[in-house]
């Protein structure tokens, strides 16, 4: 059973930081991502990562701040969030898929349950 299980949301101030980690289990996958979706929008694309880590794809609103990685032998992956906005507020969820990097949510097959990050002014 293949299963995503986002962990590290929280609340934080404004200009913080935050580490989200999705932990996979039941099989290891080509691309991950991060997607976040705010109450009544459709779900953003965030950033993805290879299967190897060397290669990474982010949305260009999130370059600078949000950092992807991937560690194979936890088969966990990693958001590092800095500099965090109230509009950062949102529901983060990751995503897997086999093939290549991806910023379409719909390409991906399997995603975790989200986890809250809340950032206060």
């Known amino acids: 059973q293949v299963q995503l299980v986002e962990s590290g949301g929280g609340l934080v101030q404004a200009g913080g930081s935050l580490r989200l980690s999705c932990a996979a289990s039941g099989r290891t996958f080509s691309t991950y991502a991060w997607f976040r979706q705010a109450p009544g929008k459709e779900r953003e694309f965030v950033a993805a990562?290879?299967?190897?880590?060397?290669?990474?794809y982010y949305a260009d609103s999130m370059k600078g701040r949000f950092t992807i990685s991937r560690d194979n032998v936890k088969n966990t992956v990693y958001l590092q969030m800095n500099s965090l906005k109230p509009e950062d507020t949102v529901v983060y969820y990751c995503a897997a898929k086999g093939g290549g990097l991806s910023g379409i949510a719909s390409s991906y097959e399997y995603w975790g349950q989200g986890t809250q990050v809340t950032v206060s002014s």
């Open positions: 990562i290879s299967s190897t880590g060397g290669s990474t």
